[in-house]
């Protein structure tokens, strides 16, 4: 072992002994920052409550000469003047014997009288409780004054308390007692010297919580009794809220008055005494030969310095047992038994990497040589730069590396090499180099190649596989199904739509061929969206009806707008969503939206939205490659795992996508974005054509009305319903989705009808998702409605009007039936059924006497409605019995 192995132990060796006497002088110095920090609180909490006393004892000082000059200005003004028989309309009350109570409008203070007095007592009383309501006109705390007269020794007391009904009430023994007191402290004063001055200790009155203490003035008057004047001088509203009031107290002091205020910064103003569990804070009340005394608790102090420096406190005595516990650790610490030499351990590590370095270098793929130039000797290589090694000429390498940017090719044994050669920034004679074998990397590019053209070929053979099946399976399918369709028998049919299937699925497998190839081009044209959904519905109409589901179309374009694109390529993506949400929705609805987006007018949404129970991401991952994942399926069969990603890539060719979000047992939203380019429209307004005609559109579902709603608006038409018409408001058409509300010509609105269909008399179902369907069935009503009217009959027949004339009543039915159908329209625009349902059962009758069942079956219907309180149906059937009546006449 060296001489500096053997020194390190012993430099460490006095280490422990440092970081004790360390820790040690840290112990100290915490111990000292906290004696001084608890001093520093201690005397600052003194310091502020010092300064508080001294507050309290110099307003305590104004206090009393304040109350002073109101004691002479009492006795020198207010008792001494003379009215001259004012007391004449001055009135008192007599609470008890010897005890009288001044009456007086102003009831700021009271006053009682003590003992036999005359007229001019009281109007001195009157007017000493003018002067107190005029001082103690402001103040919240109780005041009381005592003037002991000595013209007839009588007492007076004046204060702010309510004295008549303490005096009367449950309180009379107290203020009794207060009041003698006062007569003997007073009298006692009256005995001792001439216009003496004194002081009572602090009071408290105990059932108001109210502490003071009482100014005592003697007054001399030669050939009478001395007159004192006591003022009870609260200190209440003096006292800071952290200070209590049961702590204070006034001692005599034992020095002397003197006239100024004391200062907070005199240290002769206040003292400060320890008295073994309590500590006293005083200050003298100047002028008075009074000492202010506040005692409290040594614990209060404790706990307030306590609160003031808990935090530094708490970090403090941590930071000490921190300190602690190392000191105890370091000077407890065993002695260390010899170590092994640091080199041992050095030499070790250094095996280790060593090895580690040699495993690396042994695994490259490539050749890495690593020479010393200057001792000429080889530092690292691995097996394939020792196989070349004795081939290499490392001088002659070098010397061509540094000519050739450092890089070089070489033919060893009559194969190939790159040669990189870099200098060591570390050593500086150092080079190493990487060996390449340029005929291996080439033979693997070489069969790269070839794999990617094999793949390629395969790519092309499975298209024209495809397209050839395609080819050989569609014509034999479509000859089976236009076979199996001819002989028109239920399980022929069943097998029919089968084969429809297959032939479906096959045109989209070559659909799928044509786009992956790039055969497949676009056909764009100008085409009105609205008319491409007319083609939809019937299309998908027969598997929503197979499965009872309903569907809506929220179309929100414009009627005649078109656009410009591939129509064929729309209409086949819609067709295939429709179908896969009918597979995926055994109950409820089917909804599409198409609406234009706001940011980009070119651009345009469809939205299938289902109620089904949903799809997963596995089905989801069907749009980026067809048939990945097993699909959904319903009764009638497995969803098309093609749909997806055919539709998904046919809307890219469209310059958009589709974008699939679904959620279990809620349903599943397809979003298509496309971009096609709107046709410019005529700026001149065309006339609609169904301007100025007014519809009813009596519809329950909210959907199926903003469909109808819209579409009716988009030809022009007026749009009303029964909850908005007024009773005398008139209509052209009539649309409802409830069969029993159909009792006249109108619409019936459905969603399983492939077209238009007629059901009676002026009566037509027609599938309101369809727009041409129902703009071919709003015009043959008009068409029959106009036909109707211009005939001279009536439209109902001409049996029942010359059934009228015949039976004589033509006369009392214009007279009577008219008026009856007005009052219908008074009756029912005041909601007052009582009396419409008479009228209605008045009109009954007169249609049964006369045989008119119409107009009875009209009348009993409404009697129904009535009895319901339903007031839309009312309306609208006494609006039908006025159109019967008036076609009667």
């Known amino acids: 072992m060296s001489q500096s192995d053997t020194m390190i132990p012993n430099k460490f060796s006095l280490m422990p002994g440092s970081i004790t006497r360390f820790f040690l002088l840290l112990i100290i110095v915490l111990l000292v920052t906290m004696g001084v920090m608890v001093q520093s609180a201690v005397n600052a909490w003194l310091k502020d409550k010092s300064y508080q006393v001294v507050d309290i004892s110099n307003a305590l000082h104004k206090r009393v000469d304040t109350w002073r000059y109101a004691t002479w200005q009492i006795y020198d003004n207010i008792a001494a003047t003379t009215s001259g028989g004012a007391a004449g309309g001055l009135q008192e009350t007599r609470l008890k014997q010897d005890v009288y109570y001044l009456e007086k409008p102003r009831r700021k203070t009271e006053a009682l009288i003590f003992g036999s007095h005359d007229s001019a007592t009281l109007e001195m009383t009157q007017r000493i409780s003018s002067y107190l309501d005029t001082l103690w006109g402001a103040e919240s705390v109780p005041w009381s004054m005592y003037y002991l007269n000595g013209q007839d020794n009588s007492m007076i007391l004046v204060s702010t308390l309510p004295l008549k009904d303490l005096a009367s009430g449950f309180k009379e023994s107290t203020v009794s007692n207060i009041v003698d007191s006062r007569r003997a402290e007073m009298l006692q004063q009256a005995n001792a010297l001439d216009e003496r001055e004194s002081f009572s200790p602090l009071r408290s009155l105990a059932w108001q919580n109210g502490h003071y203490f009482t100014l005592r003035t003697t007054f001399n008057q030669p050939g009478h009794l001395a007159t004192v004047v006591a003022f009870d001088l609260p200190i209440n509203d003096l006292i800071p809220p952290g200070m209590t009031l049961d702590s204070f107290r006034l001692d005599q002091s034992d020095t002397q008055p003197v006239g100024a205020s004391a200062e907070k910064s005199d240290p002769d103003s206040v003292r400060i005494h320890f008295n073994s569990s309590r500590i006293e804070i005083s200050s003298q009340v100047d002028s008075t030969g009074l000492r202010l005394v506040w005692e409290v608790p040594f614990g209060t102090l404790l706990m307030d310095t306590l609160q003031n420096v808990l935090l530094p406190l708490l970090l403090n005595i941590g930071l000490l047992a921190l300190a602690i516990f190392g000191y105890t650790t370091f000077r407890h610490q065993p002695v260390r038994q010899a170590e092994l030499p640091s080199t041992m351990a050095n030499n070790n590590e250094l095996h280790l990497l060593r090895a580690l370095n040699e495993e690396i270098v042994a695994l490259l793929p490539i050749g890495l040589l690593v020479h010393d130039q200057e001792a000429n000797r080889t530092i690292i290589s691995n097996k394939i730069a020792d196989h070349l090694l004795p081939h290499l000429n490392l001088q002659n390498i070098t010397s061509m590396a540094d000519q050739h940017q450092g890089v070089i090719q070489a033919t060893i044994n009559n194969e190939l090499y790159e040669i990189r050669q870099f200098r060591s920034q570390i050593l500086p004679r150092t080079q190493i180099f990487i060996i390449r074998d340029q005929d291996r990397e080439i033979l693997v590019n070489k069969k790269l190649k070839q794999a990617q053209r094999l793949y390629e070929k395969n790519q092309q053979g499975r298209a024209a596989f495809m397209h050839h099946i395609g080819d050989a399976l569609k014509l034999p399918v479509k000859q089976l199904a236009d076979g199996l369709s001819a002989l028109n028998t239920p399980q022929t049919q069943v097998m029919a739509q089968q084969a429809d299937t297959v032939v479906r699925l096959v045109d989209e497998i070559q659909l799928l061929n044509m786009l992956e190839d790039e055969s497949w081009k676009t056909s764009p044209s100008s085409f009105a969206i609205q008319d491409l959904i007319d083609e939809v519905v019937p299309e998908v109409l027969p598997v929503i009806k197979r499965k009872g589901l309903q569907l809506f179309i929220n179309n929100h374009l414009s009627r005649n707008e078109e656009r410009h694109g591939d129509r064929e390529a729309l209409r086949k993506i819609l067709l295939m969503l429709i179908q896969y949400s009918v597979t995926t929705t055994h109950i409820g609805k089917i909804t599409l939206e198409i ?295």
């Open 595 to 889: 609406s234009a987006d706001e940011s980009a007018s070119d651009r345009l949404t469809f939205r299938i939205l289902d109620t089904g129970d949903g799809i997963n991401n596995n089905e989801i991952d069907n749009l980026h490659f067809p048939f990945l994942n097993d699909t959904s399926e319903d009764r009638y069969g497995h969803a098309n795992g093609l749909t997806f990603y055919l539709c998904n890539q046919l809307a890219r060719r469209l310059g958009g996508h589709l974008n699939i979000k679904s959620r279990q047992e809620l349903g599943t939203r397809y979003s298509l974005h496309v971009k096609m380019n709107a046709e410019p429209q005529d700026e001149e307004q065309e006339e609609r054509l169904l301007d100025d005609v007014v519809a009813m559109v009596d519809v329950t579902s909210n959907e199926v009305r903003n469909i109808v709603i819209r579409q009716l608006e988009h030809w022009g038409a007026g749009c009303v319903t029964p909850d908005e018409r007024l009773s005398s408001q008139a209509y052209d058409i009539f649309l409802t989705d409830n069969p029993s509300n159909l009792t006249a010509s109108g619409l019936l609105l459905s969603d399983d009808e492939n077209g238009v269909r007629r059901i009676g008399p002026g009566q037509l179902r027609v599938n309101f998702n369809i727009s041409n369907a129902m703009q071919e069935a709003v015009l043959q009503l008009i068409e029959e409605q106009l036909a109707q009217e211009a005939l001279p009959e009536s439209p109902l027949g001409g049996d029942e009007n010359a059934q009228l004339h015949a039976s004589g009543y033509y006369a009392l039915f214009v007279d009577t039936v008219p008026d009856d159908v007005k009052r219908l329209y008074t009756e029912s625009a005041t909601s007052d059924f009582a009396a419409l349902a008479q009228t209605a059962h008045r009109l009954k009758g007169v249609f049964a006497m006369l045989n008119l069942v119409p107009g009875k079956q009209l009348c009993e219907t409404l009697e129904h409605h009535i009895r319901e309180n339903d007031a839309p149906s009312t309306e609208k059937y006494i609006s039908d019995i006025d159109a019967y009546v008036k076609s009667l006449l």
